[in-house]
């Protein structure tokens, strides 16, 4: 089992930045991909972006690609989001998931998922 725990959202100001973290515990030598996704109140789940454990490639949104970057610490176990240029509309719910298998993260089959990090943007 490996368990996720998002942090670092909070309230902030168009144009002002933020960096989401999610923390993997228990079977994190079985990791093989994690994804961030977002989910505004009344709104379905996006995807935001997604990074390969093994090798640490990653693949953004087309609406958050020019203005974010993912990024990972193996030694913390811990995938990274760092946000620039927040507008109200990237107001939502931010939830990391995690892949324990190639099967898995290419079928995107997830196998575990935060609990969320809420991000507030004001204008």
């Known amino acids: 089992q490996v368990r996720l725990v998002e942090s670092g959202g909070g309230l902030v100001y168009t144009g002002q930045s933020l960096m989401l973290s999610c923390e993997a515990s228990?079977?994190?030598?079985?990791?093989?991909g994690m994804w961030w996704f977002r989910q505004a109140l009344g709104k379905e789940r996006e995807f935001v972006g997604t990074i390969n454990w093994r090798g640490g490639g990653t693949w953004l949104g087309d609406s958050v690609k020019d203005r974010w970057t993912m990024f990972r610490d193996i030694a913390k176990n811990t995938m990274y989001l760092h946000m620039h240029k927040l507008t109200p509309e990237d107001t939502a719910v931010y939830y990391c998931a995690a892949a324990l298998s190639a099967d898995n993260y290419f079928n995107r089959q997830y196998d575990a998922w935060g609990q969320g990090t809420q991000v507030s943007v004001s204008s």
């Open positions: 228990g079977r994190t030598s079985s990791l093989y």
